[in-house]
Protein backbone atom coordinates (compact mmCIF):
# COMPACT_ATOMS: atom_id res chain seq x y z
CA UNK A 1 0.00 0.00 0.00
CA UNK A 2 2.66 2.42 0.81
CA UNK A 3 4.48 1.56 -2.35
CA UNK A 4 1.37 2.44 -4.40
CA UNK A 5 1.28 5.60 -2.56
CA UNK A 6 4.78 6.75 -3.10
CA UNK A 7 4.16 5.87 -6.96
CA UNK A 8 1.58 8.33 -7.32
CA UNK A 9 2.79 10.95 -4.95
CA UNK A 10 6.27 11.15 -5.87
CA UNK A 11 5.72 12.19 -9.14
CA UNK A 12 3.09 14.37 -8.37
CA UNK A 13 5.65 16.32 -6.06
CA UNK A 14 8.30 16.25 -8.99
CA UNK A 15 5.46 17.77 -11.04
CA UNK A 16 4.71 20.67 -8.80
CA UNK A 17 8.22 21.66 -8.28
CA UNK A 18 8.45 21.96 -11.87
CA UNK A 19 8.32 25.34 -13.48
CA UNK A 20 5.80 23.99 -16.51
CA UNK A 21 3.39 22.73 -14.15
CA UNK A 22 3.17 26.91 -12.34
CA UNK A 23 2.79 28.08 -15.76
CA UNK A 24 -0.10 25.40 -17.24
CA UNK A 25 -1.79 26.30 -13.48
CA UNK A 26 -1.90 29.75 -14.64
CA UNK A 27 -3.07 29.92 -18.15
CA UNK A 28 -5.47 27.17 -16.83
CA UNK A 29 -7.01 29.72 -14.07
CA UNK A 30 -6.79 32.71 -17.33
CA UNK A 31 -8.75 30.81 -20.11
CA UNK A 32 -10.94 29.88 -16.90
CA UNK A 33 -11.03 33.55 -15.91
CA UNK A 34 -11.47 35.41 -18.91
CA UNK A 35 -14.54 32.46 -19.77
CA UNK A 36 -16.85 32.93 -16.91
CA UNK A 37 -16.12 36.95 -17.40
CA UNK A 38 -17.34 36.76 -21.08
CA UNK A 39 -20.21 34.31 -20.81
CA UNK A 40 -23.52 36.32 -19.86
CA UNK A 41 -24.65 33.26 -17.49
CA UNK A 42 -21.60 33.54 -15.45
CA UNK A 43 -20.36 36.87 -15.37
CA UNK A 44 -23.29 38.91 -13.74
CA UNK A 45 -21.83 36.48 -10.30
CA UNK A 46 -18.39 36.19 -11.32
CA UNK A 47 -17.33 39.68 -11.70
CA UNK A 48 -19.05 41.63 -8.57
CA UNK A 49 -17.75 38.88 -6.30
CA UNK A 50 -14.14 40.15 -6.67
CA UNK A 51 -14.71 43.86 -6.36
CA UNK A 52 -17.62 43.29 -3.12
CA UNK A 53 -17.17 46.55 -1.22
CA UNK A 54 -17.06 45.57 2.41
CA UNK A 55 -18.08 48.64 4.24
CA UNK A 56 -20.26 49.77 0.65
CA UNK A 57 -17.77 52.25 -0.37
CA UNK A 58 -14.87 52.56 -2.98
CA UNK A 59 -12.04 53.04 -0.50
CA UNK A 60 -8.97 51.01 -0.49
CA UNK A 61 -9.32 50.74 3.00
CA UNK A 62 -12.21 49.14 5.45
CA UNK A 63 -12.09 49.91 8.75
CA UNK A 64 -13.06 46.79 11.50
CA UNK A 65 -12.92 48.10 15.31
CA UNK A 66 -9.89 49.92 15.91
CA UNK A 67 -8.13 48.08 12.11
CA UNK A 68 -7.71 49.62 8.46
CA UNK A 69 -7.69 46.63 6.54
CA UNK A 70 -8.36 45.65 2.39
CA UNK A 71 -11.84 46.23 1.48
CA UNK A 72 -12.62 43.89 -1.17
CA UNK A 73 -11.85 39.93 -1.65
CA UNK A 74 -9.85 41.63 -4.94
CA UNK A 75 -7.48 44.33 -2.62
CA UNK A 76 -7.08 41.13 0.00
CA UNK A 77 -5.55 38.81 -2.73
CA UNK A 78 -3.16 41.79 -4.25
CA UNK A 79 -2.32 43.55 -1.01
CA UNK A 80 -2.54 40.47 1.78
CA UNK A 81 -2.24 36.68 -0.37
CA UNK A 82 0.58 38.57 -2.68
CA UNK A 83 2.59 39.38 0.25
CA UNK A 84 3.04 35.71 0.65
CA UNK A 85 4.58 35.82 -3.14
CA UNK A 86 7.03 38.33 -2.83
CA UNK A 87 8.03 37.30 0.85
CA UNK A 88 9.06 34.01 -1.77
CA UNK A 89 10.87 36.18 -4.11
CA UNK A 90 12.68 38.09 -1.67
CA UNK A 91 14.06 34.71 -0.23
CA UNK A 92 15.13 33.39 -3.55
CA UNK A 93 16.76 36.88 -3.92
CA UNK A 94 18.82 36.44 -0.95
CA UNK A 95 19.59 33.20 -1.09
CA UNK A 96 21.10 33.66 -4.45
CA UNK A 97 22.92 37.10 -2.82
CA UNK A 98 24.44 35.07 -0.49
CA UNK A 99 25.45 31.58 -2.03
CA UNK A 100 24.50 31.70 -5.43
CA UNK A 101 24.53 33.33 -8.86
CA UNK A 102 24.20 36.96 -7.01
CA UNK A 103 26.98 35.62 -4.69
CA UNK A 104 29.87 37.44 -6.30
CA UNK A 105 30.25 40.16 -8.64
CA UNK A 106 32.30 38.06 -11.46
CA UNK A 107 29.06 35.59 -11.47
CA UNK A 108 26.43 39.10 -11.16
CA UNK A 109 27.05 41.24 -13.36
CA UNK A 110 26.15 39.81 -16.47
CA UNK A 111 22.38 39.23 -15.38
CA UNK A 112 22.33 42.27 -13.43
CA UNK A 113 23.19 44.65 -16.47
CA UNK A 114 20.83 42.19 -18.59
CA UNK A 115 17.87 42.70 -15.87
CA UNK A 116 18.41 46.31 -15.95
CA UNK A 117 18.62 47.11 -19.71
CA UNK A 118 15.28 44.76 -19.83
CA UNK A 119 13.83 46.92 -17.79
CA UNK A 120 15.45 50.28 -19.41
CA UNK A 121 14.14 50.06 -22.79
CA UNK A 122 10.55 48.60 -22.93
CA UNK A 123 10.19 52.18 -20.42
CA UNK A 124 11.85 54.01 -22.94
CA UNK A 125 9.70 52.35 -25.29
CA UNK A 126 6.77 52.59 -23.28
CA UNK A 127 6.97 56.41 -22.77
CA UNK A 128 7.87 56.81 -26.65
CA UNK A 129 4.20 56.03 -27.19
CA UNK A 130 2.77 57.58 -24.20
CA UNK A 131 4.80 60.71 -23.38
CA UNK A 132 2.91 63.86 -22.07
CA UNK A 133 -0.50 61.02 -22.43
CA UNK A 134 -2.67 60.22 -19.60
CA UNK A 135 -1.08 56.36 -19.69
CA UNK A 136 1.95 57.38 -18.60
CA UNK A 137 1.96 55.67 -14.98
CA UNK A 138 1.79 52.36 -16.43
CA UNK A 139 5.49 53.13 -17.66
CA UNK A 140 6.70 50.49 -15.50
CA UNK A 141 4.19 47.48 -16.98
CA UNK A 142 6.85 46.27 -19.93
CA UNK A 143 9.11 46.12 -17.32
CA UNK A 144 8.80 43.06 -15.39
CA UNK A 145 9.55 39.10 -16.91
CA UNK A 146 7.27 36.37 -15.13
CA UNK A 147 10.00 34.12 -13.80
CA UNK A 148 7.55 31.14 -13.70
CA UNK A 149 6.51 31.17 -17.23
CA UNK A 150 9.96 32.23 -18.73
CA UNK A 151 11.69 28.65 -16.80
CA UNK A 152 8.54 26.90 -18.16
CA UNK A 153 8.85 27.29 -21.74
CA UNK A 154 12.62 27.10 -21.58
CA UNK A 155 12.73 23.87 -20.00
CA UNK A 156 10.20 22.50 -22.70
CA UNK A 157 12.66 23.23 -24.74
CA UNK A 158 14.77 20.80 -23.64
CA UNK A 159 18.70 20.22 -24.46
CA UNK A 160 18.15 23.40 -26.70
CA UNK A 161 18.58 25.21 -23.54
CA UNK A 162 21.70 24.36 -21.74
CA UNK A 163 21.45 24.29 -17.74
CA UNK A 164 24.24 27.82 -17.93
CA UNK A 165 21.30 29.56 -19.85
CA UNK A 166 18.43 28.05 -17.48
CA UNK A 167 20.80 29.84 -14.66
CA UNK A 168 21.43 32.76 -15.85
CA UNK A 169 17.44 33.61 -16.87
CA UNK A 170 17.00 32.60 -13.63
CA UNK A 171 19.35 34.83 -12.22
CA UNK A 172 17.95 37.80 -14.68
CA UNK A 173 14.71 37.06 -13.17
CA UNK A 174 15.30 37.41 -9.52
CA UNK A 175 16.79 40.96 -10.01
CA UNK A 176 13.88 41.46 -12.53
CA UNK A 177 11.89 40.97 -9.76
CA UNK A 178 13.67 43.00 -7.40
CA UNK A 179 13.66 46.15 -9.73
CA UNK A 180 10.14 45.07 -9.85
CA UNK A 181 9.95 45.74 -5.99
CA UNK A 182 11.73 48.43 -5.76
CA UNK A 183 9.40 50.15 -8.65
CA UNK A 184 6.51 49.40 -6.78
CA UNK A 185 7.88 50.89 -3.68
CA UNK A 186 8.97 54.24 -5.09
CA UNK A 187 6.38 54.43 -7.35
CA UNK A 188 3.13 52.85 -7.14
CA UNK A 189 2.34 53.74 -3.24
CA UNK A 190 0.10 56.06 -1.33
CA UNK A 191 0.85 59.44 0.70
CA UNK A 192 3.30 58.62 3.15
CA UNK A 193 2.24 57.95 6.77
CA UNK A 194 5.53 58.52 8.72
CA UNK A 195 3.93 56.88 12.26
CA UNK A 196 3.57 53.60 10.31
CA UNK A 197 6.91 53.85 9.01
CA UNK A 198 8.84 54.58 12.34
CA UNK A 199 6.91 51.29 13.55
CA UNK A 200 7.72 49.01 10.50
CA UNK A 201 11.35 50.11 11.55
CA UNK A 202 10.80 48.99 15.16
CA UNK A 203 9.13 45.62 13.84
CA UNK A 204 12.49 45.16 11.60
CA UNK A 205 15.10 46.10 14.63
CA UNK A 206 13.08 44.05 16.96
CA UNK A 207 13.25 40.87 14.58
CA UNK A 208 17.49 41.51 13.81
CA UNK A 209 17.68 41.63 17.76
CA UNK A 210 15.80 38.29 17.90
CA UNK A 211 18.04 36.83 14.69
CA UNK A 212 21.33 38.48 16.73
CA UNK A 213 20.18 36.55 19.68
CA UNK A 214 19.76 33.55 17.70
CA UNK A 215 16.33 33.30 19.11
CA UNK A 216 14.54 30.25 17.51
CA UNK A 217 11.75 31.08 14.37
CA UNK A 218 8.48 30.81 15.57
CA UNK A 219 5.25 32.44 16.57
CA UNK A 220 7.03 35.65 17.76
CA UNK A 221 8.23 36.15 14.34
CA UNK A 222 5.02 35.42 12.73
CA UNK A 223 3.55 38.05 14.50
CA UNK A 224 6.03 40.72 13.76
CA UNK A 225 5.32 39.60 10.01
CA UNK A 226 1.73 40.25 10.33
CA UNK A 227 2.20 43.09 12.19
CA UNK A 228 4.92 44.67 9.71
CA UNK A 229 2.52 43.97 6.73
CA UNK A 230 -0.09 46.11 8.48
CA UNK A 231 1.66 48.75 9.15
CA UNK A 232 3.41 48.77 5.29
CA UNK A 233 -0.36 48.45 4.28
CA UNK A 234 -1.43 51.86 5.95
CA UNK A 235 2.11 53.70 5.42
CA UNK A 236 1.40 54.07 1.91
CA UNK A 237 3.95 52.01 0.48
CA UNK A 238 2.53 49.37 -0.98
CA UNK A 239 1.75 46.21 1.55
CA UNK A 240 3.61 43.22 -0.79
CA UNK A 241 6.84 45.26 -0.31
CA UNK A 242 6.39 43.94 3.64
CA UNK A 243 6.96 40.50 2.65
CA UNK A 244 10.18 41.13 0.95
CA UNK A 245 11.70 42.97 4.16
CA UNK A 246 10.16 40.00 6.23
CA UNK A 247 12.20 37.52 3.29
CA UNK A 248 15.61 39.81 4.13
CA UNK A 249 15.52 39.06 7.78
CA UNK A 250 15.18 35.53 7.60
CA UNK A 251 18.26 33.36 8.81
CA UNK A 252 20.42 32.19 5.98
CA UNK A 253 20.02 28.34 7.25
CA UNK A 254 16.05 28.71 7.26
CA UNK A 255 16.03 30.22 4.05
CA UNK A 256 15.74 27.03 1.51
CA UNK A 257 13.85 24.70 4.30
CA UNK A 258 11.07 27.97 3.86
CA UNK A 259 11.11 28.00 0.23
CA UNK A 260 10.00 24.71 0.19
CA UNK A 261 7.22 24.91 3.13
CA UNK A 262 5.28 28.02 0.93
CA UNK A 263 6.62 26.84 -2.36
CA UNK A 264 3.21 24.58 -3.17
CA UNK A 265 0.35 27.45 -1.43
CA UNK A 266 1.96 30.05 -3.34
CA UNK A 267 2.47 28.69 -6.65
CA UNK A 268 -0.96 26.29 -6.64
CA UNK A 269 -3.65 28.29 -4.45
CA UNK A 270 -2.39 32.05 -3.90
CA UNK A 271 -0.71 32.88 -7.52
CA UNK A 272 -4.54 30.76 -9.43
CA UNK A 273 -6.42 32.32 -7.31
CA UNK A 274 -4.35 35.78 -8.40
CA UNK A 275 -4.75 35.27 -11.95
CA UNK A 276 -8.51 34.03 -11.34
CA UNK A 277 -8.83 37.62 -9.63
CA UNK A 278 -6.87 39.51 -11.76
CA UNK A 279 -8.18 38.56 -15.46
CA UNK A 280 -11.86 39.17 -15.03
CA UNK A 281 -12.08 41.23 -17.57
CA UNK A 282 -14.83 41.96 -20.43
CA UNK A 283 -13.57 41.64 -23.37
CA UNK A 284 -14.49 45.24 -25.86
CA UNK A 285 -16.97 44.43 -28.24
CA UNK A 286 -14.19 45.67 -30.60
CA UNK A 287 -11.46 44.28 -28.99
CA UNK A 288 -8.96 45.57 -31.75
CA UNK A 289 -10.34 49.12 -31.77
CA UNK A 290 -10.26 48.77 -28.03
CA UNK A 291 -5.99 48.39 -28.22
CA UNK A 292 -5.41 50.22 -30.99
CA UNK A 293 -4.23 53.06 -28.18
CA UNK A 294 -0.76 53.39 -26.98
CA UNK A 295 -1.07 52.27 -23.91
CA UNK A 296 -1.40 48.86 -25.85
CA UNK A 297 1.08 49.77 -28.47
CA UNK A 298 3.34 51.00 -25.71
CA UNK A 299 3.11 47.90 -23.18
CA UNK A 300 2.89 45.34 -26.58
CA UNK A 301 6.29 47.32 -28.29
CA UNK A 302 7.73 47.07 -24.61
CA UNK A 303 7.48 42.98 -23.94
CA UNK A 304 8.30 42.10 -27.37
CA UNK A 305 10.67 44.24 -28.49
CA UNK A 306 12.05 46.17 -25.76
CA UNK A 307 12.65 43.12 -23.35
CA UNK A 308 15.27 41.15 -25.85
CA UNK A 309 16.57 44.43 -26.95
CA UNK A 310 17.53 45.91 -23.51
CA UNK A 311 18.71 42.21 -22.73
CA UNK A 312 21.01 41.45 -25.68
CA UNK A 313 22.37 44.86 -25.64
CA UNK A 314 23.27 45.00 -22.50
CA UNK A 315 25.01 41.50 -22.87
CA UNK A 316 26.78 42.40 -26.01
CA UNK A 317 28.14 45.58 -24.62
CA UNK A 318 29.80 43.90 -21.46
CA UNK A 319 31.18 40.88 -23.57
CA UNK A 320 32.24 42.91 -26.49
CA UNK A 321 34.42 45.21 -23.72
CA UNK A 322 35.53 42.18 -22.10
CA UNK A 323 33.64 42.84 -19.08
CA UNK A 324 31.91 39.71 -18.75
CA UNK A 325 31.77 36.46 -20.94
CA UNK A 326 28.98 34.44 -21.86
CA UNK A 327 27.57 31.44 -19.82
CA UNK A 328 29.19 28.07 -20.83
CA UNK A 329 27.12 26.85 -23.88
CA UNK A 330 25.30 29.73 -24.75
CA UNK A 331 25.72 31.74 -27.81
CA UNK A 332 24.50 35.49 -28.89
CA UNK A 333 21.26 33.08 -30.79
CA UNK A 334 20.45 31.09 -27.68
CA UNK A 335 20.72 34.92 -25.74
CA UNK A 336 18.27 36.54 -27.98
CA UNK A 337 15.79 33.70 -27.86
CA UNK A 338 16.10 34.02 -23.76
CA UNK A 339 15.37 37.69 -24.26
CA UNK A 340 12.25 36.82 -26.06
CA UNK A 341 10.86 34.19 -23.60
CA UNK A 342 11.80 37.11 -20.92
CA UNK A 343 9.15 39.19 -22.25
CA UNK A 344 6.75 36.75 -20.91
CA UNK A 345 5.70 39.44 -18.43
CA UNK A 346 2.04 38.09 -17.21
CA UNK A 347 1.66 37.93 -13.27
CA UNK A 348 4.24 40.59 -12.79
CA UNK A 349 3.02 43.43 -15.45
CA UNK A 350 -0.89 42.51 -14.62
CA UNK A 351 0.02 43.04 -10.77
CA UNK A 352 1.49 46.47 -11.91
CA UNK A 353 -1.16 47.20 -14.23
CA UNK A 354 -3.55 47.29 -10.94
CA UNK A 355 -1.08 49.74 -9.54
CA UNK A 356 -1.16 51.69 -12.31
CA UNK A 357 -4.49 53.08 -12.92
CA UNK A 358 -7.62 53.28 -10.85
CA UNK A 359 -9.83 53.02 -13.59
CA UNK A 360 -11.70 49.60 -14.49
CA UNK A 361 -11.48 50.39 -18.25
CA UNK A 362 -7.48 51.31 -18.40
CA UNK A 363 -6.56 48.36 -16.02
CA UNK A 364 -8.52 45.85 -18.39
CA UNK A 365 -6.47 47.40 -21.99
CA UNK A 366 -3.43 46.86 -19.96
CA UNK A 367 -4.26 43.20 -18.86
CA UNK A 368 -5.30 42.08 -22.04
CA UNK A 369 -2.02 44.07 -23.47
CA UNK A 370 -0.32 41.88 -21.06
CA UNK A 371 -1.71 38.62 -21.84
CA UNK A 372 -1.68 39.27 -25.52
CA UNK A 373 2.24 40.88 -25.33
CA UNK A 374 2.79 37.33 -23.36
CA UNK A 375 1.25 35.39 -25.61
CA UNK A 376 3.56 36.28 -28.30
CA UNK A 377 6.69 36.44 -26.35
CA UNK A 378 5.97 32.37 -25.65
CA UNK A 379 5.60 31.46 -28.86
CA UNK A 380 8.65 33.83 -30.75
CA UNK A 381 10.84 32.71 -27.97
CA UNK A 382 9.80 28.81 -28.22
CA UNK A 383 10.57 28.99 -32.38
CA UNK A 384 13.51 30.96 -31.96
CA UNK A 385 15.03 28.91 -30.37
CA UNK A 386 13.39 25.53 -31.38
CA UNK A 387 14.61 26.36 -34.67
CA UNK A 388 17.72 27.36 -34.15
CA UNK A 389 20.06 25.32 -36.93
CA UNK A 390 17.95 26.77 -39.88
CA UNK A 391 18.84 30.20 -38.04
CA UNK A 392 22.45 29.89 -37.64
CA UNK A 393 23.32 33.46 -39.77
CA UNK A 394 22.42 35.34 -36.53
CA UNK A 395 25.32 37.30 -34.81
CA UNK A 396 27.91 35.23 -33.52
Request: aromatic share 14%.
Given at each position: ?????????????????????????????????????????????????????????????????????????????????????????????????????LSSFKKSLLPIVAAIGGMIIPAIIFAIFNLGGNYMKGWAIPTATDIAFTLGIASLLGKRVPVSLKIFLTALAIIDDLGAIVVIALFYGGDIHFIYLLC?????????????????????????????????????????????????????????????????????IIMPIFALANTAIIFPKDSLQALSNTLSWGIIAGLCFGKPLGIFSACYFLVKKKFAELPSGVDWHKLIGAGMLAGIGFTMSIFISTLAFNETAKQDVAKISVLLASLIAMIAGYVFLQFEKKNRSMIK
Open positions: MVRIFRHFVNPLKAFLHDSSAIGISLLSCTFISLLLSNISITADFYLPVWNFSFDGTNNHHAHLLFLSLPNSPLLIINDFLMAFFFFLAGMEIKREMVNGECAIIVGLMLLLNKRKTSFGIIQIILGLILWYCMFNSGIHATVAGVIFAFLIPVDLLKKFELKIHIPVYF
